[in-house]
């Protein structure tokens, strides 16, 4: 080979991988704008909906939350007063239970005695928050 063709041959090469690296760069710029591009509207899609859900979600325990408030407004302190004495009877039933050896019969009565219980505790509480404020 002359001179001239090993000069030719190195520039056609220097061309070649010239021309392969600025479309190897331009073909990356590219897939990462698109990738950027879809990505983000994807993330933005999906975001907005995420948010929507848990707004909806937050709404309806919201919404739970007050209905359960009126209905504790709604009840008398007399409600507090019949609650404990259906819990007093209940204790007397599951005594009475127990006399006769029926313990499976004053295990419920007294189950039943402490969810009344409870449920005149959860009002007590209510109005002592009430009178407070």
């Known amino acids: 080979m002359t001179a001239i063709q090993i000069c030719a041959l190195i520039s056609i090469v220097i061309a070649a991988a010239t021309l392969y690296w ?28 995420e948010a929507s859900a848990a707004y909806a979600t937050s709404l309806q325990k919201m919404s ?14 007399q409600d507090r007063y019949t609650l404990l004495a259906i819990a007093e009877k209940l204790k007397l039933a599951a005594d009475t239970f127990r006399a006769v050896r029926s313990e499976s019969q004053a295990t419920q009565a007294l189950a039943l005695r402490d969810q009344a219980l409870d449920m005149a505790a959860l009002m007590d509480h209510f109005e002592l928050k009430g009178d407070a404020a």
């Open 22 to 49: 600025v479309g190897y760069r331009g073909g990356l710029a590219d897939g990462r704008e698109d990738g950027y591009g879809e990505g983000h509207s994807y993330g933005y899609t999906m975001g907005r909906d």
């Open 64 to 77: 739970d939350q007050c209905r359960r408030t009126e209905l504790l407004l709604s009840r008398e302190p």
